[in-house]
C-alpha cells in the first residue's frame, strides 16, 4: 500500500533553516509528481510547492518563492523540502502529498513551528 512519511519538522527561530524529508513507498516515485502541502489549524491545506516526475519543473506558493527548495531523489524514493529563511507565518503541519491518477495519498504530517 501507499505510505508517505514525513520528518524533520521541529522548533526553529525566526531565519532558522529546517529540511523536511517525505519517505515513500507502494507506487512507482519516479514516475508521479510530488507535493508539499501546510495547513493551520482552522484554515485550509495550502499547496506550498510541487515537483514533477523528471525533476525539472517546479512549482512554488508566492508566499515561499526564493526562500524553500523541493527536491526529490529518485533512487532513495524520498521527496525533500528545504526551508530557509524561517518565518513565524511559516508555522504549520507540513503534508507530502502524491496523486497516484487513482486517489490522493497523504502523510501523517510533521509540525513545523517558527518562534523566538
Known amino acids: 500500500q501507499v505510505q508517505l512519511v514525513e520528518s524533520g519538522g521541529g522548533l526553529v527561530q525566526p531565519g532558522g533553516s529546517l529540511r523536511l524529508s517525505c519517505a515513500t513507498s507502494?507506487?512507482?516515485?519516479?514516475?508521479?509528481?510530488m507535493s508539499w502541502y501546510r495547513q493551520v489549524s482552522g484554515k485550509e491545506r495550502e499547496l506550498v510547492a510541487k515537483?514533477?516526475?523528471?525533476?525539472?519543473?517546479?512549482k512554488y506558493a508566492d508566499s515561499v518563492k526564493g526562500r524553500f527548495t523541493i527536491s526529490r531523489d529518485n533512487g532513495k524514493n524520498t521527496l525533500y523540502l528545504q526551508m530557509n529563511s524561517l518565518k513565524p507565518e511559516d508555522t504549520a503541519v507540513y503534508y507530502c502529498?502524491?496523486?497516484?491518477?487513482?486517489?490522493?495519498?497523504w502523510g501523517q504530517g510533521t509540525q513545523v513551528t517558527v518562534s523566538s
Open positions: 515537483i514533477f516526475s523528471v525533476g525539472v519543473i517546479k
Open positions: 507502494g507506487f512507482t516515485f519516479s514516475s508521479v509528481a
Open positions: 502529498s502524491v496523486n497516484t491518477g487513482v486517489l490522493t495519498y
